[in-house]
């Protein structure tokens, strides 16, 4: 056997222990005939008697490793954007499968709802649970699944898997929500409201909604599952522009309708085929926008009802109009966007409360996927064609509609590219929808489509991109810190995975977006953000995936490429206050409000329910650096608690200290017994954990730890957390 590799390896090793790694995708599949021949390898090896080879495993190996007493090199960054040889950069599956990549995330936010209020009234130990959309959450964190390198079939078993789990975490939330409003605990709990949820609703497929008016009152219960009071907007499809919106106290929630579009309802009709195998006789006329106020781990309810006849009119119809003068400016809060009513440009973003003034553009591309058939573009691999990226438009009409809610700005790119810039009136952040596809490939020309944002910042090649929805890394165009870097794909080789977000700053503002799914993003240009929302590739990127990434959805005949429909968030700052909006609003897209709808006059509703609550003392929420990650009651009858600082040291001048959460006051009503501080897997106790201690080449030893939180009273039940910590429970009520 070539012994080789070994020798290469010990030559970079520190000590004289190597790993020596056994193992290979579609490798070693019969074990008996490998571990005869390792057994041979392994006996001749020692009787030579140079080298002592063992079967062994990583802690043994890190044990010795630890004993050596070497002083160690620190790597503080990660490894992206990682190539296993020239052009081959694997940055492609940031974006690979969009639609499978939202849904997964959609879900995780959904799992942490559901999760919370199967705690709130009590887990059943018999009748549908969260557990199977946690396991196929759990199976779809694997490398090929929610990566988008796994082959059509698989993708569609992983998807598959999510829908199941999806339906029995649903009437897991809706039985617990019915038990919540009635007061109730899940044994007492007979006979309660039936609710539905509408998980298609950005397709506006919403069957609950659609009815209101119809001589039935719609009643909306909304569960926020932060730990902070939130005020968000809502849109639910309508055929009836005469509703009226009003609160649990019966005041009058000012209301918008906007026109449905025809690009959604074409949607809705094809995708309602062909996911619930229904055609859709009649298509919602409106959207119904307005906000809601929803306290901390807590609900608060809406009613929909006709507005009365006298003086029926529509309310609240959105103003279109045809655009006169040379510059449209559109917001009807304090975060205006104008746009050239010529070209249709984006032109600034301007924030009157802060001053920033961000002259700004946005525009659609797409790179032309490699046929090189050497290393095409394909699952794994971005490599575009070597021509400047494709402009898709350098003029596009503007359709324009205003309201006391919400301004918005349609437009359609080219036939497969549609956009909705929203400006809500109490954000101060613009919302940006994207319908894209089906991606054409009729020319032999697999796309890779990217928007992106252009200000007149300057930058010096640098932009950050979050690490795991955690903290933000620094990028520097063609730079590794580690090594020399030769360039040869400027694009592929400068994309970095997004979970959170990523921005860029000069010496005045920021300019940041945050995103609804993984994806992939990069800045090509000083100045410019650019992220990647769509691929469709006709060659195989040769990494073991088998085939190309060219995804498509069927009604019986008739099959298309998949259009993918998201949204991606963008505000501008002032240097250094960027950070709260990213980790406030971070958290809010992340944890979307669940909505929950049934139909019942309101009179008989507030007479038998409760139309608002929380289980945190009403005085009480959690400070704005800390997030609920966890609350999750087990078999056992323990609950599992995590709870997270979201911002890093130094990042934000009040935000990144230490934060304190009040256990008595977030769990008002329940009494804690016991506490018990884990590991963050929750499989070890804290107390029982052994930290190593490890020598860092070139540091004295006098460096300053990191804050971190003391021990928890047992009296108080008081929690800190430092910059960045991640604390676990187990607690008993």
Not at 222 to 241: C, F, H, K, Q, S
Not at 622 to 632: C, D, G, R, S, Y
Request: glycine share 8%.
């Amino acid at each position: 056997m070539n012994m080789t590799p070994s020798f290469l390896q010990a030559n970079v090793t520190r000590t004289n222990h190597i790993m020596w790694t056994m193992g290979d995708d579609f490798q070693y599949q019969y074990a008996e005939s490998w571990f005869k021949q390792m057994d041979k390898l392994i006996h001749y090896v020692n009787k030579d008697g140079r080298v002592n080879a063992l079967y062994s495993t990583p802690s043994i190996y890190t044990d010795v490793k630890n004993a050596a007493n070497e002083a160690w090199p620190l790597k503080t960054d990660d490894y992206f954007p990682y190539a296993d040889r020239e052009n081959a950069y694997w940055t492609g599956f940031f974006t690979s499968r969009p639609g499978l990549k939202r849904y997964v995330r959609q879900l995780s936010g959904f799992y942490l709802a559901t999760r919370q209020l199967e705690f709130l009234v009590g887990k059943k130990s018999n009748g549908p649970s969260t557990c199977s959309l946690g396991d196929a959450l759990g199976i779809a964190q694997h490398h090929d699944a929610v990566s988008g390198t796994a082959k059509q079939h698989t993708t569609d078993d992983y998807a598959k898997r999510l829908a199941i789990g999806a339906s029995e975490a649903e009437a897991t939330g809706n039985s617990a929500l019915s038990c919540l409003v009635s007061n109730k605990s899940r044994d007492q709990c007979a006979t309660t409201a039936t609710f539905s949820q509408c998980q298609l609703l950005n397709i506006s497929y919403c069957p609950p909604a659609e009815e209101a008016g119809v001589g039935k009152s719609l009643v909306i219960v909304v569960y926020n599952p932060l730990g902070w009071n939130r005020t968000e907007i809502v849109r639910i499809p309508v055929n009836d522009a005469n509703l009226v919106v009003s609160d649990s106290s019966g005041k009058t929630i000012e209301a918008q309708y906007v026109i449905m579009d025809n690009v959604t309802s074409n949607l809705r009709k094809f995708y309602q085929k062909a996911y619930l195998g229904l055609s859709s006789n009649q298509v919602p006329q409106y959207w119904l926008v307005f906000p809601v106020s929803v306290p901390p781990l807590g609900w608060s309810t809406y009613f929909i009802a006709n507005a009365p006849a006298i003086g029926k009119r529509r309310n609240g119809l959105s103003v279109t109009e045809s655009p006169l003068n040379e510059t449209v400016e559109i917001g009807p809060g304090i975060l205006k966007m104008s746009f050239s009513s010529t070209t249709g440009q984006l032109k600034r973003m301007h924030n009157s409360k802060t001053g920033v003034d961000v002259p700004l553009q946005q525009s659609y591309l797409w790179y032309g996927s490699s046929s090189d058939l050497q290393q095409p573009s394909g699952a794994y691999v971005f490599r575009p064609d070597g021509s400047p990226p494709h402009i898709v438009a350098r003029s596009v009409p503007l359709k324009v509609y205003r309201g006391s809610v919400v301004d918005e700005v349609h437009q359609q790119f080219n036939p497969w590219i549609y956009q909705v810039t929203r400006l809500y009136k109490e954000k101060e952040h613009a919302e940006i929808e994207y319908t894209i596809g089906p991606i054409p490939t009729e020319d032999s020309i697999g796309k890779e489509v990217i928007t992106q944002m252009t200000a007149n910042m300057v930058t010096d090649k640098v932009y950050y991109t979050d690490s795991n929805g955690r903290d933000f890394l620094k990028r520097i165009r063609d730079y590794r810190a580690d090594w020399n870097l030769s360039v040869n794909q400027p694009q592929a080789g400068n994309y970095y995975p997004l979970n959170l977000g990523i921005y860029i700053e000069d010496k005045k503002s920021e300019l940041s977006v945050l995103v609804d799914r993984a994806t992939g993003g990069a800045s090509i240009k000083d100045g410019q953000i650019e992220l990647m929302l769509h691929r469709r590739t006709i060659f195989v990127d040769l990494r073991g995936f088998g085939e190309a990434l060219d995804e498509s959805v069927c009604v019986e005949d008739k099959c298309e490429g998949l259009t993918v429909r998201g949204n991606y968030y963008l505000s501008i700052n002032q240097l250094g206050a960027g950070s709260i909006w990213r980790r406030t609003v971070g958290q809010e897209v992340y944890s979307p409000l669940l909505l929950a709808f049934t139909h019942e006059k309101e009179e008989t509703w507030k007479a038998f329910h409760l139309t608002e609550g929380t289980v945190m003392d009403p005085d009480y929420s959690l400070p704005l650096n800390v997030a609920l990650i966890t609350l999750q009651e087990l078999d056992d009858g323990n609950v599992l608690l995590r709870l997270a600082h979201l911002y890093e040291e130094g990042e934000d001048a009040n935000y990144s200290a230490l934060a304190k959460v009040e256990l008595n006051k977030m769990f008002s009503g329940k009494i804690i017994r016991e506490l018990k501080e884990m590991s963050i897997s929750a499989n070890q106790y804290k107390s029982e954990m052994k930290r190593m201690t490890w020598k860092v080449e070139g540091e004295s030893g006098d460096e300053a730890s990191p804050v971190r939180g003391g021990p928890v009273d047992s009296s108080t039940f008081v929690v800190e957390l430092g910059p960045m910590e991640i604390r676990t429970f187990l607690l008993k009520f």
